[in-house]
C-alpha cells in the first residue's frame, strides 16, 4: 500500500534508528540532556534565533508561542484556513483563554492589504491584539510557500503597529529547498517560529520552538505546566539530529514527486489542482460533481493500492514524503488513471 495521506507518516530509516540506539541521554527536566542540548542550539542558530526549546509536537510549540506572546482576553490575527485555527481544537482558547480573528487570504498568503485595519482600537470594550501568526508551508493552502516580499511586509507592519510575530514553519524546511533560502531568512522576520521533524524531515516525533532567550526561559516554564517535561529525549532528539544531517536537501525528490502527481490529475477535465502546479509536496485536488464525491474517489484509490485523505467533500489532499520511491509515484499516478478513467466511461 503507497501511502500518501501524510508525511507523518513516514517512519525512522534504518540509520537513524541507529543513531537513536547510540545517543547520549541525561534528564533534561531536573539536568540537561546532552543530545537534546545540541538539538536546540543547533536548531536555534539555524533559524537565526537566540536559543530553542523541543518539546513533542508542533502544537505544543504553536500554542505555547502564543501563550507566551499574549495574556489571556488578548488577540491574535491568523489566516482562516491555518493549522492552529483549525486543528488544534482550539487550544488557545481552552489552555490560555485567547481570542482568533481570521482573515481570509488567498491559498494561505496573507498580504499587507489583507491585514490592513484589523488591529483592534485601544479602549475598554475589546479585546488588545497582540500577535500575527502565519504558516510556511501552507497546509490547506496545498503546500503554498509564502512569498517572502509578503513575509516582511507584513512583519514589519505587525512590529510598527505593536505587535508581536509568529510563524508556524511545520514545513519550513521544504519552503526553504522550494525558493533557495536559507531557513534563517525565512525565519528573519518573526518573533518565534516553530519547526518540524516528524513531517517531511522524517523523524519519529518533535518539534522545536526558537526565538530570545527570555521567551524560550518563559516557553520552558509552559511547558512544563502543559506536561511537555522529558527525561531521557535524547534517543528521539538523535533522530532529529540525523534528518537535519541527511533529510533536508532530499525534499526536492518529494516536491518532484508531487509536481509528478499534479500532472497526472491534470490529465483529466474533471480534476482540479488548486493553484495550479504544486510548490512544495503537498497536492489538493477538486473532485467534479459529474464523477462523485472526494471520499468515494478515496475509497477507489484505497482499492488500487493508494491511501489519500479526502480532505473536503469535494477536495482530495496528496502528500509525498521519504516512504514514498520514484516507482511508487509511477504507480500512484496510474492508479489515478485508472479511478479517473473508469469514471468517465461508467
Known amino acids: 500500500m ?6 507523518t507518516v513516514t517512519r525512522p530509516t534504518t540509520l537513524m534508528r541507529e543513531a537513536m540506539y547510540r ?43 502564543l501563550r507566551v506572546h499574549c495574556k489571556p482576553g488578548d488577540e ?8 492552529i485555527y483549525n486543528y488544534e481544537q482550539g487550544a488557545f482558547a481552552q489552555l490560555s483563554g485567547l481570542v482568533a480573528k481570521t482573515i481570509q487570504g488567498k ?42 516580499a509578503e513575509v516582511v511586509r ?12 509568529h510563524l508556524d514553519g511545520a514545513r519550513l524546511f521544504n519552503a526553504s529547498v522550494a525558493t533557495g533560502l536559507s531557513v534563517k531568512e525565512l525565519s528573519e522576520p518573526f518573533d518565534s517560529v516553530s519547526v518540524c ?14 526565538g530570545t532567550k527570555e521567551f524560550v526561559a518563559k516557553a520552558r516554564r509552559a511547558r512544563k505546566l502543559f506536561g511537555g517535561g522529558m527525561r531521557q529525549v535524547g534517543v528521539v532528539a538523535s533522530a532529529a539530529m540525523y534528518a537535519l544531517d541527511h533529510h533536508v536537501e532530499r525534499l526536492t525528490l518529494d516536491h518532484a514527486h508531487a509536481k509528478r502527481l499534479a500532472r497526472t490529475v491534470g490529465e483529466f477535465d474533471f480534476l482540479k489542482v488548486m493553484g495550479g502546479e504544486p510548490e512544495t509536496n503537498i497536492l489538493i485536488f477538486h473532485i467534479g460533481p459529474t464523477w462523485g464525491t472526494a471520499h468515494e474517489f478515496a475509497v477507489e484509490l484505497e482499492k488500487n493500492g493508494v ?10 489532499r496528496m502528500v509525498t514524503h521519504l516512504d514514498v520511491s520514484s516507482d511508487q509515484i509511477d504507480q500512484a499516478c496510474e492508479a489515478i488513471r485508472r479511478v479517473a478513467t473508469r469514471a468517465k466511461s461508467a
Not at 2 to 7: A, F, G, T
Not at 76 to 83: A, K, R, T
Open 197 to 210: 521533524f516528524s513531517k517531511g524531515l522524517g523523524a519519529p516525533l518533535g518539534s522545536c520552538l526558537a
Open 23 to 65: 545517543a547520549e541521554v541525561g534528564d533534561d527536566v531536573i539536568d540537561v540532556d546532552p543530545t537534546l542540548d545540541a538539538l536546540q542550539c543547533r536548531t536555534a542558530e539555524i533559524l537565526g534565533k537566540e536559543a530553542a526549546i523541543f518539546m513533542p509536537s508542533g502544537t505544543m510549540t504553536n500554542q505555547i508561542a
Open 154 to 165: 507584513a512583519c514589519h507592519w505587525a512590529h510598527d503597529s505593536g505587535l508581536q510575530t
Open 76 to 83: 491574535f490575527l491568523c489566516d482562516s484556513d491555518c493549522h
Open 107 to 148: 491559498q494561505g498568503v496573507l498580504t499587507l492589504e489583507d491585514l490592513s485595519g484589523s488591529i483592534r482600537p485601544l479602549n475598554e470594550h475589546m479585546v488588545h491584539t497582540r500577535l500575527l501568526c502565519m504558516e510556511n508551508t501552507h497546509n490547506r493552502g496545498s503546500g503554498k510557500v509564502q512569498p517572502q
Open 2 to 7: 503507497i501511502d500518501l495521506r501524510s508525511d
Open 307 to 316: 491511501k489519500t485523505m479526502a480532505f473536503s467533500p469535494i477536495s482530495i
